[in-house]
């Protein structure tokens, strides 16, 4: 069955550091996203991604995110200047379609700053 | 490792029995629900979806049944597994938008 796959599993950041978090989405879905869990948690939605733009952003999503569809398979998160705060699992998700299909995660990229 | 925030609740139920697990949804607006199970380390797993259209879907296994008068959505699960121990999410969605809000989530401990 196809999967969402996402890397590194595990990336551990300086404070002020970029970082890119990078996904690779299954292969005929048209919609990305990002979502991230703070540690016992809710996941929560970050930003949404179609046609080469951000269709959709939460609060959270603010100037040091951005998202980039490279190339034709990958999709990436990118933080600027990290925060203690972004410590997280981020997870990268999928779809179709953007109403009413089912979104697949990928198993999560855990994100420690220090 | 610990938890902190939020404190899950938890449902144990005997290996072979039917597990019910329940979710209030917040927006009386929301027109599409999802299920999922997250694993220890892993990333949500969708199980099954149901539109607003509907008050019952059934996949293999599990059951969703949606109650829009009260805004609840419940998750039964026949013939409980071992496997099925996980937390199990309930999220909705806004028509129109991407966007899925989850829930806090019931951790399933399921007895051999």
């Known amino acids: 069955e196809p999967e969402v796959t996402q890397t590194p599993s595990h990336q551990v950041t300086q404070m002020g550091q970029e970082v890119i978090l990078r996904c690779v989405p299954i292969?005929?879905?048209?919609?990305f996203y990002w979502y991230r869990q703070i540690l016992g948690q809710k996941v929560e939605f970050l930003v949404s991604f179609y046609n080469n733009e951000i269709s959709e952003k939460s609060e959270i999503f603010d100037d040091q995110f951005s998202v980039e569809r490279p190339d034709g398979s990958n999709f990436t998160l990118k933080i600027r200047s990290t925060k203690l705060e972004d410590s997280a699992m981020y997870f990268c998700?999928?779809?179709?379609?953007?109403?009413?299909?089912?979104?697949?995660f990928g198993d999560g990229t855990r994100l420690s700053i220090l | 490792g610990e938890s902190v925030g939020l404190h899950l609740p938890t449902l144990s139920v005997q290996e072979g029995d039917n597990s019910i697990i329940n979710c209030a949804y917040s927006?009386?607006?929301?027109?599409?629900f999802i299920w999922y199970k997250q694993e220890s380390g892993k990333g949500p797993q969708f199980i099954i979806d149901?539109?607003?259209?509907?008050d019952k879907r059934q996949g293999q296994r599990v059951t969703v049944l949606l109650n829009k008068t009260v805004k609840h959505l419940s998750l039964q699960i026949a013939a409980t597994q071992p496997g099925d121990s996980a937390v199990y999410f309930c999220?909705?969605?806004?028509?129109?938008?991407?966007?899925?809000?989850f829930g806090t989530g019931t951790k399933l401990q399921v007895i051999p």
């Open positions: 927006n009386s607006a929301s027109d599409y």
């Open positions: 998700a999928s779809s179709v379609r953007g109403s009413n299909q089912p979104q697949h």
């Open positions: 999220a909705e969605k806004l028509g129109g938008y991407q966007k899925v809000t």
């Open positions: 149901i539109r607003s259209n509907m």
């Open positions: 292969s005929n879905h048209l919609y």
